[in-house]
T-cell receptor
Framework: NAGVTQTPKFQVLKTGQSMTLQCAQD?????MYWYRQDPGMGLRLIYY???????DKGEVPNGYNVSRLNKREFSLRLESAAPSQTSVYFC???????????FGPGTRLTVL | ELKVEQNPLFLSMQEGKNYTIYCNYS?????LYWYRQDPGKSLESLFV?????AVKQEGRLMASLDTKARLSTLHITAAVHDLSATYFC?????????FGTGTSLTVIP
């Protein structure tokens, strides 16, 4: 039982490049989330998915897109990376919206 | 916009001492979560407080919630080095969680 897994763990991009962050959970949770963590700012919600087939914007969605591929997988895409997107990205899942969230190990992204 | 403020932001305390971390939030929420994050690691759930007046204890940590005052506290009793970490409070509002900026705790031997 791996919980929440994320790939890659580290990534360096040049400005304008695109990439997709992958997240998968094996806890049969309905809801999944993407956060970014910046120094001194806690975690901020980018997008969330209440259940398979639905996605909604969070607090800071600009510059990102998401796909809830199936119940297990929720990906985050940066179409044209910018230095302001340098951050640590966490994926999380919960049984339902508002329940305890279980976090993945994070992806440390640097955009040059 | 919901604001979640934690005090203090940084806390350095000696082993064996007691201290309280405060979490104030600006919009009504009927529950609140506390998470712990070790340096370079992910977040781990500590407590969920589900109603006004709720109190939860785990080892040397005790959390409480006052929804009317929009205040939660995390009390540390007789601190030990293993408690060194960053602690976040997170009240959900609607379908979203809002995390505080975190309290970085260092326990000095």
């Amino acid at each position: 039982n791996a919980g929440v897994t994320q790939t890659p763990k580290f990534q360096v991009l040049k400005t304008g490049q695109s990439m997709t962050l992958q997240c998968a959970q094996d806890m049969n949770h309905n809801s999944m989330y993407w956060y970014r963590q910046d120094p001194g700012m806690g975690l901020r919600l980018i997008y969330y998915s209440a259940s398979e087939g639905t996605t909604d914007k969070g607090e800071v969605p600009n510059g990102y897109n998401v796909s809830r591929l199936n119940k297990r997988e929720f990906s985050l895409r940066l179409e044209s990376a910018a230095p302001s997107q340098t951050s640590v990205y966490f994926c999380a899942s919960s049984n339902q919206l508002g329940d305890t969230q279980y976090f993945g190990p994070g992806t440390r992204l640097t955009v040059l | 916009e919901l604001k979640v403020e934690q005090n203090p932001l940084f806390l350095s305390m000696q082993e064996g001492k007691n201290y309280t971390i405060y979490c104030n939030y600006s919009t009504t929420s009927d529950r609140l979560y506390w998470y712990r994050q070790d340096p370079g690691k992910s977040l781990e759930s500590l407590f969920v407080l589900l109603s006004n007046g709720a109190v939860k204890q785990e080892g040397r940590l005790m959390a409480s919630l006052d929804t009317k005052a929009r205040l939660s506290t995390l009390h540390i009793t007789a601190a030990v080095h293993d408690l060194s970490a960053t602690y976040f409070c997170a009240p959900p509002v609607g379908n979203q969680f809002y995390f505080g900026t975190g309290t970085s705790l260092t326990v000095i031997p």
